[in-house]
């Protein structure tokens, strides 16, 4: 919207939402303007969700037939493969509808789920209580924290209905446990703005599998990529302690907010950056790859009150939870190892070229390869003119004409904040399924608890617009106690 590339009506649609997302046309569209970007005569107008998921199934398959493997065997295995799709009410219908026309990429549709991490209100408070607010622009999602949160919490799973031929609610279990009983024992967390994963070649990830087989067997029930960190980035960082060690855990963005957090972190930075045996250029931060045994993180999460840690966000007048997926490294009872990858696959294929920070074959450690802003489209460019070369799938709904001939019933009315609060509140019904029996989560109880004592002060300079720093200053060092405690050791 900033860059003037498509407006806010065109973003209150599904279309533009990362699943729906066609990062060809994002670059036609520069180009109307700019001529920018050169599109590639082999260039596949398929949309990013569907990407991952044809990108994942064509690495596996060049793999099992690198083994020897047959066609039937192939067959089979892409049966056995177990995939989670974590989403909102926006595009519950788009993801659904393009599993149906692709016939399920060749998956088993009993192996494939949906989580719900749909937008729900922020808080006020009022008389020292948490009260759940009805303005529209209150309205937020809860992080990707909640992703996982929601995996074990009946009520936001949906599996496929082969006679409804709809995603319907998971009833009297959670789709982790879901998952186990279909014989799934690992998961390892793909996000969908990470170039690397759109590449076959490294969305099969088979050198961190064989890393995670053996931590397993050293006692880890979780593995974390992590990255050089070149700019001294404060957050998402992994430490560990002498009373923890092998085992590590990371410190979030909003845990790291506080003037006495973020003078320890450049402190530590500093630290790592000095010591010639490392190799680092500071402390390394989060990927957001984790691969974790599914078991062990549900006796976690229920040892927990079935949350991760909790944070807290203030946005737009509301206070509401902000919790990442990597403080599930802080649970109790999850042993993490940290790993870093010293080689960057795609510059070293020459796949994006390399920066001041990554030479080709150098092995200083692999950087981040993200899609999160405009800036990020050369790169995202680069790496499709790679990979369209190699993708073989034909995808039905993803085609450029199916996608415009979609459009017009997918555009939001002109009050973009109607549309926002019908089509995306948790309290509406999802798309796929008729019911919901979601289990409700007691937020007021969980704020409170994270408030305290400082419940009052909150309230009071909640409800002066003139205190909005000293509120800020509140707010980042109720989320910094954690890091604190942590740091000390």
């Known amino acids: 919207i900033n860059a003037g ?22 670059a036609r569209k520069i180009n109307q303007k700019d001529p920018t970007y050169t599109i590639p005569e082999q260039a596949k107008d398929i949309k990013l969700g569907v990407r991952h998921i044809v990108a994942y199934l064509e690495g596996f398959e060049r793999l099992l037939a690198e083994a020897g493997k047959s066609e039937a065997e192939i067959k089979q295995a892409k049966k056995n493969l177990k995939f989670v799709i974590t989403l909102n009410n926006q595009i519950l219908e788009d ?30 408070i009022k008389d020292g209580q948490f009260i759940k607010s009805d303005n529209p622009d209150h309205q937020t999602n809860y992080n990707h924290g909640f992703n996982i949160i929601k995996g074990n919490i009946p009520g936001f799973s949906y599996t496929y209905n082969q006679q409804t031929k709809k995603f319907e609610t998971l009833k009297n279990q959670v789709g982790f446990s879901y998952l186990r009983d279909r014989g799934a024992r690992s998961a390892v967390i793909h996000r969908i703005n990470d170039l690397i994963l759109l590449n076959p070649e490294t969305a099969i990830d088979i050198d961190m599998l064989k890393l995670w087989q053996k931590a397993k067997q050293e006692g ?7 990255l050089n960190n070149p700019k001294g980035q404060k957050g998402g960082l992994a430490f560990t302690t002498e009373s923890i060690r092998p085992y590590g855990f990371l410190i979030e963005g909003l845990g790291a907010k506080s003037d006495i957090v973020e003078s320890k972190m450049e402190e530590m930075n500093q630290l790592a950056a000095s010591d010639p045996e490392s190799g680092l250029a500071g402390i390394p931060y989060n990927r957001l790859y984790t691969t974790f045994d599914i078991r062990a993180l549900q006796e976690s999460l229920d040892a927990n009150g079935g949350l991760l840690p909790v944070s807290v966000k203030y946005k737009n007048g509301a206070l509401a939870p902000e919790i990442p997926s990597g403080d599930l490294t802080q649970l109790e009872g999850m042993k993490t190892r940290m790993y870093l990858r010293r080689h960057d696959t795609l510059i070293d294929k020459e796949v994006l070229p390399e920066d001041d920070n990554y030479k080709k074959g150098s092995g200083t450690g692999a950087l981040i390869h993200d899609f999160k802003k405009v800036s ?16 073989q799938a034909e995808v039905k709904a993803a085609r450029k004409e199916q996608a415009e001939q979609k459009a017009p019933k997918k555009q939001a009315p002109p009050k973009q904040k109607k549309q926002k609060a019908k089509t995306t509140s948790q309290k509406a019904k999802p ?7 979601s289990q409700d989560i007691p937020y007021e109880q969980l704020l409170a608890e994270f408030a305290g004592s400082y419940l009052p002060v909150l309230e009071e300079l909640m409800a002066d617009p003139q205190r909005a720093d000293e509120l800020e200053n509140l707010i980042n060092h109720l989320n910094a106690r954690r890091a604190l405690g942590k740091l000390d050791q």
């Open 431 to 437: 798309s796929a399924s008729s019911e919901s029996v």
């Open 95 to 124: 993801v659904q509808e393009d599993l149906k026309d692709n016939d399920f990429f060749g998956l088993d549709p009993a192996n494939v789920i949906f989580i719900l991490n749909d937008l729900d209100q922020g808080f006020t």
């Open 376 to 391: 990020d489209l050369a790169a995202a460019i680069e790496v499709l003119t790679y990979v369209d070369r190699l993708l």
């Open 220 to 226: 880890a029930n979780c593995l974390n990529e992590v």
């Open 5 to 26: 590339i498509i407006t806010k009506e065109e973003a209150a649609s599904p279309a533009f939402r990362m699943w729906n997302l066609n990062l060809w046309e994002v």
